[in-house]
């Protein structure tokens, strides 16, 4: 079973920044990869980041720009660095990893992102 832990939400003014971060009880490089999804209230789960275990990145295009995602193996941790932040990035987000050979997905509990206008 792997955990993943995630935090940094909160609430933050538009145009500010905040940093999330996902600790894993696995080891990053055991994974195909991990990202970060957001869903908001009344909406469906989206990407809105994803690593893999060969350094690629992809970001969904309302994020690109704006948010950078990347990676600790020495701290099994991701990061999402959200700068620019706008009302519509508010969203519970949620570290996600999926394990090599297994293929299996792992996802954190979520963590509350609020933008203020």
């Known amino acids: 079973q792997v955990l993943l832990v995630e935090s940094g939400g909160g609430l933050v003014q538009a145009g500010g920044s905040l940093r999330l971060s996902c600790t894993t009880s696995?080891?990053?490089?055991?994974?195909?990869?991990m990202g970060w999804y957001r869903q908001a209230p009344g909406k469906q789960r989206e990407l809105v980041a994803t690593?893999?275990?060969?350094?690629?990145?992809n970001y969904a295009d309302s994020v690109k720009g704006r948010f950078t995602i990347s990676g600790d193996n020495a701290k099994n941790t991701v990061y999402l660095q959200m700068n620019s932040l706008k009302p519509e990035d508010t969203a519970v987000y949620y570290c996600?990893?999926?394990?090599?050979?297994?293929?299996?997905?792992?996802w954190g509990q979520g963590t509350q992102v609020t933008v203020s206008s």
């Open positions: 690593l893999t275990r060969g350094g690629y990145t």
């Open positions: 996600n990893a999926n394990q090599r050979f297994t293929l299996n997905d792992y």
């Open positions: 696995g080891v990053i490089v055991s994974f195909n990869s």
